[in-house]
């Protein structure tokens, strides 16, 4: 029965191939997981994106946010959605609170869309503490074929 055995230098080629793959992993978890991430005296309103009738609708749950508080806009293919929530504490002064779950402060929610959306006709809703944004899906022209003439050069 014959023992195969590898070479110092395959061993850490695999090595130095494994290492990098698991480098990359962080990096992307990494990604992953500053996306979102709230800095110091920012919140996330809670969001829920579906499509329906032809359209992308994205809700965003944004409870005493006035429309002249709230910035919708397109960029780099994705739809960012920020604002703030004021500080709304009673006239008459407060001793002391109790309980304090209400978030307050800035916030910004960036959403990327993997589908294509015409974005100037999109419309926003600001009804019972609920953000809508619909935008009009557009037909994918991926994976269309299109046909370019061949000219043919004269000899």
């Not at 992993?25 to 990494?30: D, P, V, Y």
């Not at 969001?47 to 002249?68: I, K, S, T």
């Not at 959605?81 to 008459?92: K, L, N, Q, Y």
């Amino acid at each position: 029965m014959s023992v195969l055995r590898k070479t110092a230098q395959s061993w850490l080629s695999e090595l130095a191939i494994l290492q990098r793959e698991v480098n990359q992993l962080f990096e992307r978890l990494a990604e992953f997981d500053r996306a979102d991430q709230p800095a110091a005296g920012e919140w996330l309103p809670s969001v829920d994106v579906y499509e329906c009738r032809g359209a992308l609708n994205v809700v965003v749950e944004v409870p005493g946010v006035g429309p002249e508080s709230l910035r919708v806009f397109h960029k780099d293919g994705c739809l960012v959605v920020s604002g703030e929530r004021r500080d709304r504490r009673p006239a008459g002064g407060v001793s002391a609170f109790l309980c304090l779950e209400r978030p307050q402060g800035r916030f910004k929610r960036t959403l990327p869309l993997d589908i294509p959306v015409d974005v100037q006709k999109g419309e926003a809703h600001l009804s019972g503490g609920l953000l809508t944004v619909v935008l009009p899906r557009l037909k994918d022209r991926r994976g269309r074929e299109t046909t370019i003439p061949i000219e043919r050069e004269e000899e």
